[in-house]
């Protein structure tokens, strides 16, 4: 993770670990934090961590559906009060996650279960349709899918277009974007995700890490964030000539190590996008070999 991403907790969340006695570390993976055996957890307890973009090659590699994360500063005349959202910024919480398996083999996420196909639906976002995990390759309405796998419960439950939250400014304000966070200030401008643990889920107590009396499980739970690759179609030309030369049949991963075709790899943020008016219809790599 650290090769793209960081998280810290909150002011609010590391003053609170103090006080319980927790230990806070990141971790190559994500991050981890520990109580000690004699710390009581309020059930009600919630704790917020920042994460944020440390390498801008994240934004090549990663399918992020090309929503931008722009911050709007609005008056609001009836409380003298400026209210700052940041929109299409993902809540990831141990409330609204979806799981994967069952007993021993359950795997927790914190994003929510990936949508059907709607009608708004963006480039790269991801969709359940007849049991299916699609990504789509274009703008909706009519956009082209690319089936991950017949079977969506095979697949992470990945970040997807549903983890933003919806925003409800006060009566009155208008301007304010459709989905995202509340800038605050625990909450940096530079925010690109936020996570949100809470002690206890009532509806499936896997995603709790206290027990009855407060005090955190020893079986303790493991949440899962994960982000799909961004994939394009390959285009090959000849270096010397400009024609074009070969197109692969399919989108194929974008990424920072290994190879996912056969050829030669495309280079680092050189994602071409193709449109039919404002609909983008196809991400392009073009290659020159």
Not at 199 to 209: G, I, K, L, Y
Request: aromatic fraction near 10%.
């Amino acid at each position: 993770m650290r090769s793209f991403l960081a998280v810290a907790p909150t002011a609010a969340a590391a003053k609170a670990f103090k006080g319980l006695g927790c230990v806070y570390k990141n971790t190559a993976l994500g991050f981890v934090a520990a109580a000690p055996n004699s710390a009581v957890i309020p059930a009600d307890a919630t704790f917020e961590f920042i994460v944020t973009v440390r390498n801008p090659a994240f934004f090549q590699y990663t399918a992020l559906t090309l929503r931008p994360q722009k911050i709007y500063e609005l008056y609001h005349q009836p409380e003298d009060k400026t209210y700052r959202y940041k929109e299409n910024v993902p809540l990831l919480s141990n409330l609204t996650g979806a799981s994967r398996g069952a007993a021993s083999n359950k795997t927790l996420f914190l994003s929510k279960e990936i949508p059907a196909p709607a009608a708004n639906d963006q480039v790269e976002s991801l969709v359940i349709a007849a049991d299916a995990l699609l990504q789509l390759t274009g703008d909706q309405p009519g956009a082209a899918t690319q089936q991950l796998n017949a079977d969506a419960s095979n697949l992470p439950v990945f970040v997807n277009q549903g983890d933003a939250p919806d925003i409800t400014p006060p009566a009155g304000l208008i301007g304010a974007p459709a989905r995202g966070v509340t800038l605050k200030d625990d909450i940096p401008d530079d925010v690109f995700a936020v996570i949100r643990l809470s002690a206890v889920r009532a509806d499936d107590d896997d995603f709790s890490f206290i027990d009855a009396g407060g005090k955190a499980k020893p079986a303790y739970p493991v949440f899962q964030v994960r982000f799909k690759n961004r994939s394009t179609t390959w285009r090959y030309f000849n270096k010397n000539t400009g024609a074009a030369d070969f197109t692969e049949p399919n989108p194929l991963p974008l990424t920072r190590f290994g190879n996912a075709g056969t050829k030669q790899k495309p280079s680092e943020g050189l994602v071409k996008v193709v449109k039919s008016g404002d609909r983008i219809t196809q991400l392009v790599s073009e290659i020159f070999v």
